[in-house]
């Protein structure tokens, strides 16, 4: 920070873009400089009282005293600094790389500090990819982005699963200085910001391998399934630096296959639905995967809750027997598709129960929506001859898809139709929907042009879908 003021003019200040630190320590000198400028005639006064009556704190402690307790004392009660920024000091502090001649340490120092800035960058990138690529976390979760990689880093050797002072929230600051204090001894900082290093590097090149970027991202996000567990990204580094590439793939593929229960047609909604929602998160990952036209979009995904929706409902189960505005909604949906239907006398009686309804909503009542429900429901789905009110495929994994949480459970339970309509708009509007949920919803799997209809979700479409969810993740399950 030397010659902040340079030439002639002595109280212009340079503004130094060595690194984002200089820079901002420098755009600080010039907001103070300004303000003096602004108080020129008592600033006689002001520069004798800071020079003569400013004191600075400086402790002198018995070297055998603990320095987490030094450190928590002194701090107590103060605006915390964040465990980033205080393991940065570490690697920038003077009696950092006390090993390295000074000249060296000087040139060490603004390479961290150049890619710490870097790292940060990316991780607090506008678009929020490589981020939502490596954690489920919520990003405001982190005031420093780093962070979370200096969370996971340590894991790598430093932090065992019955460490009792996990909790800490000073915990990932507290091993790396124990670290530095243990450095003569063992694995200097020097050797601890290789492996920083390491690790952004590595996690960045799997962002950037359009096959790792899928099969990762999805492991990241799949949930606990079987003898899946969920994903350590330090121990999946440590795996990949000591393996060939083709045998850490076969590890990736692996995980994969153990994420999923292959046994597709003895899945139920009700007790199965983490399996479930692995089988068809997958199945929209891989085929992303495989378009090679557009990576799937990990970012948008969680930004959402999701559900797992069923394509063709068959009961008003979900609604809220007191919520009148619900069941309104619904019948408002419906009514326009009721009236392009075929009118026979039976339809023509319908539609006006529900106009009835909907002019007048006193006269609704819970038990008059149930019956119309059901009443639609049957004419919608008249012509499905593979509809059995009874069948078990309404639970199945082929009639299930990955869909957005929306509170309205009007359109929730909405028919196959209106649900398709629905679809169409959201999408049209550039809201994010998983790809194989819009190509069910338009029916691209099933097989015979001839049994395409826009009105069911029928038998042959049942079908076509799961033969398709079989074809693409057949492949995972031969590890």
Not at 65 to 78: D, I, Q, V, W, Y
Not at 210 to 233: F, P, T, W
Not at 386 to 397: E, H, I, M, V
């Amino acid at each position: 920070m030397n010659g902040l003021k340079e030439g002639e003019e002595k109280n212009k200040v340079l503004i130094n873009q060595e690194n984002i630190d200089f820079y901002y320590i420098s755009k600080a000198y010039e907001t103070i400089c300004e303000w003096i400028k602004s108080y020129e005639k008592n600033s006689g006064s002001f520069e004798k009282n800071f020079f003569e009556n400013s004191k600075v704190i400086w402790y002198e402690v018995n070297s055998s005293e603990p320095s987490n307790a030094l450190f928590e004392r002194l701090n107590l009660g103060k605006i915390p600094l964040t465990n980033a920024e205080l393991v940065k000091a570490l690697f920038l502090s003077e009696n950092s790389f006390s090993h390295l001649a000074e000249e060296k340490r000087k040139i060490k120092q603004i390479e961290i500090a150049k890619l710490w800035d870097e790292i940060e960058n990316k991780l607090n990138a506008e678009d929020g990819k490589f981020w939502a690529f490596i954690t489920n976390k919520p990003r405001d979760h982190y005031e420093v982005k780093i962070e979370l990689l200096l969370d996971i880093i340590p894991s790598l050797d430093i932090i065992t699963s019955n460490d009792e002072n996990q909790q800490d929230p000073y915990f990932t600051f507290t091993k790396f200085l124990g670290k530095q204090d243990e450095q003569q001894n063992s694995l200097p900082l020097t050797g601890w910001w290789n492996r920083i290093e390491q690790f952004y590097f590595t996690l960045s090149d799997w962002y950037s391998d359009h096959e790792l970027y899928h099969k990762i991202g999805y492991l990241v996000l799949a949930r606990s399934v079987g003898g899946y567990k969920g994903i350590d990204l330090a121990e999946l580094v440590k795996e990949a630096l000591c393996s060939t590439k083709d045998d850490f793939k076969s590890g990736i593929n692996k995980r994969i296959q153990q994420s999923i229960d292959w046994n597709f047609k003895d899945l139920k909604y009700e007790g199965d639905s983490n399996k479930i929602f692995n089988i068809l998160l997958l199945f929209n990952v891989e085929t992303n995967y495989q378009s090679e036209y557009e990576p799937y979009p990990f970012k948008f995904h969680k930004s959402k809750n999701w559900s797992l929706e069923h394509i063709h409902a068959r009961n008003s189960d979900k609604f809220d027997k007191n919520n009148k505005d619900q069941w309104k909604t619904w019948l408002e949906y419906h009514l326009p598709i009721l009236e392009k239907k075929e009118q026979t006398p039976e339809i023509q009686q319908l539609i006006d129960q529900v106009k009835r309804y909907l002019g007048n909503p006193d006269r609704l009542s819970w038990e008059k929506f149930d019956y119309v429900f059901d009443q639609m429901h049957q004419y919608f789905n008249q012509n499905d001859d593979g509809l059995d009110p009874d069948a078990r495929w309404l639970d199945s994994l082929s009639n299930l898809a990955l869909l957005g949480m929306n509170d309205n459970s009007a359109l929730n339970n909405s028919i196959f139709e209106v649900k398709c309509k629905k679809i169409i708009e959201i999408d049209k509007a550039g809201q994010f929907i998983p790809v194989c949920t819009r190509r069910a919803f338009l029916k691209y799997y099933t097989k015979d042009p001839d049994s395409k209809q826009r009105h069911f979700w029928s038998a042959a479409d049942r079908q076509g879908y799961i033969e398709k969810i079989e074809e693409v993740l057949g492949k995972y399950n031969k590890y």
